[in-house]
């Protein structure tokens, strides 16, 4: 009895039986749902070394030329994390001379253990009311008001009042609580 019950152990268990019944390499490529070159490969290993060799494990495992240098390059990134893929890629070149691509370095960390972190930012401290009617007092004293020549925003015809939107928009919170009828109003002089 088989102690080794994979899927693909039963599948080349199948085609050596269908092989032995006398079926055709085409036939059984067809029941196994396999190509016909792989029912050969796995006859002539049969052959070659019994079922011990037909039943191994022969899978394809790249080894990694970044072996060597997996400690040091934990004790590099413990000591000087990296902020990026980009950078790691920078650090690992600099210390080994591999240069990998982006997948296949953040392939590389998530190996050792590392994870990739989203950065945010941190919102800055919120003003009072009493420190943001100020600021926006001295916006509207000092930046505002010389751009538009002087001329109080009360007295801005519509025209004038589109004109100079882009200025408004700066300070959109100074005046949404203006109505709408200001815009109409007559101007003392042109801008």
């Known amino acids: 009895?088989?102690?080794n019950t994979s899927s693909l152990a039963r599948k080349k268990c199948l085609i050596i039986y269908l092989r032995a019944k006398g079926y055709s390499r085409c036939e059984i490529a067809d029941i196994a749902r396999v190509d016909e070159d792989t029912v050969t490969n796995h006859v002539?290993?049969?052959?070659d070394s019994g079922l011990q060799g037909l039943l191994k494990a022969n899978y394809y495992k790249p080894k990694s030329q970044l072996e060597p240098y997996v400690e040091q390059l934990k004790k590099l990134f413990e000591k000087n994390p990296p902020h990026t893929v980009n950078h790691a890629i920078e650090l690992i070149f600099e210390q080994t001379g591999v240069r990998l691509k982006h997948s296949a370095c953040q392939a590389f960390l998530k190996k050792m253990g590392m994870k990739c972190r989203r950065c945010g930012l941190v919102p800055g401290k919120?003003?009072?009311d009493k420190e943001q009617q100020e600021a926006q007092q001295e916006f509207?004293?000092?930046k505002l008001q010389p751009r538009l020549g002087g001329c109080p925003i009360t007295e801005l015809t519509h025209e004038q009042f589109c004109c100079h939107r882009e200025i408004?928009?700066?300070s959109s919170n100074l005046f949404l609580k203006l109505p709408p009828m200001l815009c109409k109003l007559a101007v003392s002089r042109p801008l």
């Open 44 to 47: 002539k290993i049969f052959a």
């Open 126 to 128: 919120a003003n009072d």
């Open 1 to 3: 009895m088989l102690s």
């Open 140 to 142: 509207h004293d000092q």
């Open 168 to 170: 408004l928009n700066f």
